[in-house]
């Protein structure tokens, strides 16, 4: 949800067209769409002057050719912002165009293992002489570089407060349940390395659970 909602929609409603709207945003809004975006590449990821993935102007179309990596919804998704290299300049050549996955030429590569979110996949993508209507174009050509910068800083801070979120969850769901167990013909609590331990953790988690209450354990 937060991939769908906080990473990848302001660019379908901050640079859409009334017309692109109606074309991509009812099937996001009911979740029937999943979006994805691809940026990182093989050799570039928080560098995106780095992008080498290319899109030339022919006719009607952009021709597509280049690769993704570490694409979050890459398996799953039914739309994709794509970040492609429209000029030459290395800072201010960069565009993105809205992919649908059906199109020839667009081809899904490993789901790729990872530690966590076992139910977000992440894959590799791969574009070989993919032709994509010129109307799919975000925003104006050669003019992505400073709204991904822009974006950017709100993906990552979504991405720490949810971790952080996660963390003093998990450790609010460990405090309740040490304070009901015994063990060895004693209170859990009544363990002071555990004391110690938890206490660590509510500062290392930057918890609102107080510390005070790791050490009211004992009591």
């Not at 991509?24 to 809004?29: F, K, N």
């Not at 990596?69 to 201010?92: C, E, M, N, W, Y």
Request: glycine content about 8%.
């Amino acid at each position: 949800m937060s991939l769908q909602n906080d990473i990848v929609l302001p660019y379908l409603t901050d640079l859409t067209t009334p017309e692109q709207q109606q074309r991509w945003l009812p099937g996001v809004v009911t979740g029937e769409t999943v979006i994805g975006i691809a940026m990182t590449e093989p050799g570039a990821g928080s560098d995106l002057a780095g992008i080498r993935t290319t899109a030339v102007r022919d006719g009607d179309h952009y021709v597509v050719n280049g690769a993704k990596t570490f694409i979050s919804h890459g398996q799953t998704g039914d739309l994709f912002v794509v970040a492609v290299r429209t000029a030459p300049d290395r800072h201010k050549g960069l565009s993105l165009l809205v992919v649908d996955p059906d199109t020839p030429g667009f081809s899904r590569g490993r789901n790729l293992e990872k530690i966590g979110l076992h139910a977000q996949d992440t894959s590799e993508l791969s574009f070989t002489d993919m032709r994509v209507p010129v109307e799919n174009l975000l925003g104006e050509k050669a003019g992505a570089s400073i709204k991904l910068m822009n974006n950017l800083p709100q993906e990552r801070l979504s991405l720490a407060v949810g971790a952080v979120a996660a963390a003093e969850g998990v450790l609010a769901e460990t405090l309740d349940y040490v304070k009901q167990r015994n063990a060895f013909g004693s209170p859990i609590p009544a363990c002071r390395t555990l004391s110690f331990v938890l206490a660590e953790l509510s500062t290392n988690s930057t918890s609102r659970v107080p510390i005070s209450t790791t050490a009211s354990l004992n009591t």
